[in-house]
């Protein structure tokens, strides 16, 4: 069984900072691409930002230049560094991975998602 549990979500002030992480877990060959979406109430998730095994990065615009994603592979581990937080940085946020189950050719790969983990901007 495959998990990705996410840590890291909570209050902060508007200009204010949190780090997300999410490991995953269970029967895996290895993690491909991570990232994050987010969806606020009343919105549809959106994309954050993801990276790749051998860390290459994308942000969404609105996200650019206030939160850096990273990972530790050898923890199956995602980051997201949140800085300069905004109001309308509230969400639900969530990652996903891309996990390789089977080393065949092509890959048999599938997508999972964690459960999401609060992040409330407040002023």
């Known amino acids: 069984q495959v998990q990705l549990v996410e840590s890291g979500g909570g209050l902060v002030q508007d200009g204010g900072s949190l780090r997300l992480s999410c490991a995953a877990s269970?029967?895996?060959?290895?993690?491909?691409?991570m990232g994050w979406y987010r969806q606020a109430p009343g919105d549809q998730r959106e994309y954050v930002a993801n990276?790749?095994?051998?860390?290459?990065?994308n942000y969404a615009d609105s996200v650019k230049g206030r939160f850096t994603i990273s990972r530790d592979n050898t923890k199956n581990t995602v980051y997201l560094q949140m800085d300069s937080l905004k109001l309308e940085d509230t969400a639900v946020y969530y990652c996903?991975?891309?996990?390789?189950?089977?080393?065949?050719?092509?890959?048999?790969?599938?997508?999972?998602w964690g459960q999401g983990t609060q992040v409330t901007v407040s002023s």
């Open positions: 269970g029967r895996f060959f290895v993690a491909n691409t």
């Open positions: 990276i790749t095994r051998g860390g290459g990065t």
């Open positions: 996903n991975a891309d996990l390789i189950m089977v080393p065949t050719a092509p890959p048999e790969e599938r997508r999972y």
